[in-house]
């Protein structure tokens, strides 16, 4: 079975680190580019952080950028979002997902059509 979970949302206050992951079953991750896309309340899902399929390439929204750290942990399977230095603008559902077709980096975080796999969601707040 074909599947995507995120796993280590959480509450944590201004300032704070969390730890996101994304554990692929059924598939290698490896061949996939993988993203991590948030959702606030009434707000439209953005792309906040994606990685090539090599891993050669990353990209950062620039609200994130310098705090969120994407990377593999190939031997698990899983693709890591290290989020420090939170805040709470950063409060959403942070969604993973996957895509075997090949994205120009331009569009690595933005053309949500071309990934296949997505996780259920993983609840981020950001609160004192």
Same mark, same amino acid.
């Given at each position: 079975?074909?599947?995507?979970?995120?796993?280590?949302?959480?509450?944590?206050?201004?300032?704070?680190?969390?730890?996101?992951?994304?554990?692929?079953?059924? +598939? *290698?991750?490896?061949?996939?580019? @993988?993203?991590? +896309?948030?959702?606030?309340?009434?707000?439209?899902?953005?792309?906040?952080?994606?990685?090539?399929?090599?891993?050669?390439?990353?990209?950062?929204?620039?609200?994130?950028?310098?705090? +969120? $750290?994407?990377?593999?942990? $190939?031997?698990?399977? *899983?693709?890591?979002? =290290?989020?420090?230095?939170?805040?709470?603008?950063? $409060?959403? @559902?942070?969604?993973?997902?996957?895509?075997?077709?090949?994205?120009?980096?331009?569009?690595?975080?933005?053309?949500?059509?071309?990934?296949?796999?997505?996780?259920?969601?993983? =609840?981020?707040? @950001?609160?004192?």
């Amino acid at each position: 079975q074909v599947q995507l979970v995120e796993s280590g949302g959480g509450l944590v206050q201004p300032g704070g680190s969390l730890r996101l992951s994304c554990a692929a079953s059924g +598939f *290698t991750l490896d061949s996939y580019n @993988v993203g991590w +896309f948030r959702q606030a309340p009434g707000k439209e899902r953005e792309g906040v952080s994606c990685i090539s399929r090599s891993g050669g390439s990353t990209y950062y929204r620039d609200s994130v950028r310098g705090r +969120f $750290t994407i990377s593999r942990d $190939t031997a698990g399977n *899983t693709v890591v979002l =290290q989020m420090n230095s939170l805040k709470p603008e950063d $409060t959403a @559902v942070y969604h993973c997902a996957a895509a075997s077709r090949p994205i120009g980096y331009q569009d690595l975080c933005t053309l949500e059509s071309r990934y296949d796999y997505w996780g259920q969601g993983a =609840q981020v707040t @950001v609160s004192s």
